[in-house]
């Protein structure tokens, strides 16, 4: 037998900021699962950063994705029937079972989201990819030290607000950038010392905020944020390279920071880590997260888009919006 399935497509490479258009919606049909294979029924779709490097001819991992290819997002979603020894129908599982309402796995690299939630937005953020890469960082990478001082980029974001949030439970103080009003109110709430990178250099805010210089610099964006961290960093500091946002949409290549040498005048250690190699832990990050987020103890906020179809216009505010949060799709 076979389903009909709604799925997302390339349509064309973006240039620049991703529009709409570079995306096809089309209806579609997809076969039962294969001996080692199930079949997931998507609840909810997340579109992140990754993506549109993997569209990109210059930034691609390895074989920027094909035109006409299926968007390989992440999602979670329920099993609905399985021929895989280790995923039983029903489950809930968080896989890249790409933007469409339901896909074949062979359960490579998928998780189980064993959470009292069920099939829930937050698998996608908080207790899901973003979260996890925060809580990897911040606890496995380059925790930071009680009374030091960490300096955040977009971080009213998915990851950078967790990010923050976890340096500030561990005693640190967080120096938090942001573009505009209502991203930066956000981060003020979370207990960010804030700017507003629109509104003024990233050197002059941390020469104001950081008089004394940062320890730790959590890395989302590079461009002249990671130029002024190097500068704002003290002897012997860290930079945890978690992103480059800035760089992502930028036609060609792009030139790194013009002061490197202060990696060897000072001594910093550059820690740059994927989330995907950390899946193990896994079980360990959403033990310690879900309590932590039930209580409200650790804040969340979450922009929701609806249907299938609206992935596209989805992804393309991930880049252009003002709004805090993590941007998730219903299914
Ligand atoms: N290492 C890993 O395993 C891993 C895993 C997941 C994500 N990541 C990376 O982590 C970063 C954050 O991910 P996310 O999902 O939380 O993304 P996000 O914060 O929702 O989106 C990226 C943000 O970067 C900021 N930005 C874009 N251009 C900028 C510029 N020129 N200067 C300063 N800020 C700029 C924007 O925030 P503003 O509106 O505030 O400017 C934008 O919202 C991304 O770089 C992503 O690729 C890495």
Not at 90 to 95: H, L, M, P, R
Not at 164 to 191: H, N, T
């Amino acid at each position: 037998m076979a389903w009909a399935c709604t799925q997302v497509r390339l349509a064309r490479r973006p240039r620049g900021t991703p529009e709409p258009d570079d995306f096809t919606v089309i209806a579609t049909e997809i076969d039962e699962p294969g001996e080692g294979e199930f079949l997931v029924e998507n609840a909810f779709l997340s579109v992140d950063p990754f993506l549109r490097l993997a569209m990109s001819e210059e930034r691609a991992i390895s074989a920027p994705l094909p035109i006409d290819a299926p968007i390989p997002g992440l999602a979670v979603g329920r099993v609905l029937s399985s021929r895989h020894p280790e995923f039983a129908a029903d489950e809930v599982v968080i896989g890249r079972f790409g933007w469409s309402t339901m896909a074949r796995s062979d359960g490579v690299g998928v998780l189980r989201f064993s959470c009292s939630r069920g099939v829930c937005s937050e698998a996608l953020g908080v207790l899901g990819l973003t979260g996890f890469t925060a809580w990897v960082g911040m606890r496995l990478v380059a925790p930071p030290d009680p009374g030091s001082t960490v300096f955040v980029s977009a971080a009213a974001g998915p990851v950078g607000s967790v990010a923050g949030q976890l340096a500030r439970a561990s005693g640190a103080r967080v120096i938090a950038s942001a573009g505009g009003p209502d991203k930066c109110a956000w981060c003020r709430e979370l207990g960010f010392d804030t700017f507003d990178y629109h509104e003024r250099s990233v050197g002059d805010a941390l020469a104001e905020l950081a008089g004394d210089g940062i320890d730790l610099y959590w890395d989302n964006v590079g461009g002249d944020h990671l130029a002024a961290a190097l500068d704002a960093l003290r002897p012997h500091g860290t930079v945890i390279a978690c992103g480059g946002a800035s760089a992502y949409n930028a036609p060609g290549s792009v030139p790194g920071p013009p002061n490197l040498h202060k990696l060897f005048m000072k001594a910093l250690t550059v820690r740059g880590f994927r989330w995907a190699d950390h899946l193990d832990r896994y079980p360990e990050f959403l033990a310690e997260m879900d309590p932590l987020v039930r209580d409200g103890a650790i804040s969340h906020r979450e922009r929701i888009f609806d249907g299938v179809s609206s992935a596209p216009d989805a992804f393309t505010n991930l880049f252009r919006s003002a709004v805090p949060g993590k941007i998730v799709v219903r299914v």
